[in-house]
């Protein structure tokens, strides 16, 4: 799995958008971008996945650059419920890939009132 | 709908005992996994499993059994518990071997002393 490199922490404001960038310039062109966050003491939580397009959901958008080198998880309207541990995850989105999830540090973002 | 539910959330046990951690799901997934999270670290895999009857080894499976006799639960066996192994453990399920995403429980906190 390609090796990713996120920010180590951030602060947002509440209610305003967060913008959490993640780069990735080894990812290979099956490999999907994956987020997950980590909320104090709890096991982490899916958030979003992608290829090549960008994708929306209930919880966020996420942004890959057109050279599929890098991205950005855009939390619309922040709260200080998703005070939390962000982690980029790229790994190969099939079957064949194993069952492996590689956490890296991940970036510690901190919604303020 | 309960998800992935582990237990016992809190654990002590004294260095050389046994004991085995508790991972159901109801959600007719293949895949289960189990991790360990140290302080200010990611998640490790320790053992895995692709459907009943199926098991395999992850990063860090010294000191660890696992059996997967159902398709809903997946146990985490300590067989005899050393300092070193006082952590949290997540189990976590998926669809597809987690190509949607994967399902994690509220983790068991345990201390070896």
């Known amino acids: 799995d390609a090796k990713t490199t996120q920010p180590t922490s951030m602060d947002c404001a509440e209610g305003r958008a967060a913008n959490l960038p993640c780069n990735h310039s080894?990812?290979?062109?099956?490999?999907?971008v994956y987020w997950y966050r980590q909320i104090h003491s709890q096991g982490p939580q899916y958030i979003i996945h992608g290829l090549k397009n960008n994708e929306t959901n209930e919880m966020a958008s996420l942004i890959i650059t057109e050279d599929r080198k890098s991205s950005t998880l855009i939390l619309p309207h922040a709260t200080l419920r998703d005070t939390a541990v962000y982690y980029c995850?790229?790994?190969?989105?099939?079957?064949?890939?194993?069952?492996?999830?590689?956490f890296g540090g991940g970036t510690r973002v901190l919604v303020k009132p | 709908n309960a998800g992935v539910t582990q237990t016992p959330k809190f654990q002590v046990l004294k260095t050389g005992q046994s004991m085995t951690l508790q991972c159901a799901q109801d959600m007719n997934h293949e895949y289960m996994s189990w991790y360990r999270q140290d302080p200010g670290m990611g998640l490790r895999l320790i053992h895995y499993s692709v459907g009943a009857g199926i098991t395999d080894q992850g990063e860090v499976p010294n000191g660890y059994n696992v059996s997967r006799s159902t398709t809903e639960d997946f146990p985490l066996r300590l067989l005899s518990a050393a300092p070193s192994q006082t952590s949290v453990y997540f189990c976590?399920?998926?669809?597809?071997?987690?190509?949607?995403?994967?399902?994690f429980g509220s983790g068991t906190r345990l201390t070896v002393v």
């Open positions: 995850i790229v790994r190969v989105g099939s079957v064949a890939a194993g069952n492996k999830l590689t």
């Open positions: 080894t990812i290979s062109g099956n490999e999907y």
């Open positions: 976590a399920s998926s669809y597809s071997q987690g190509v949607y995403g994967y399902t």
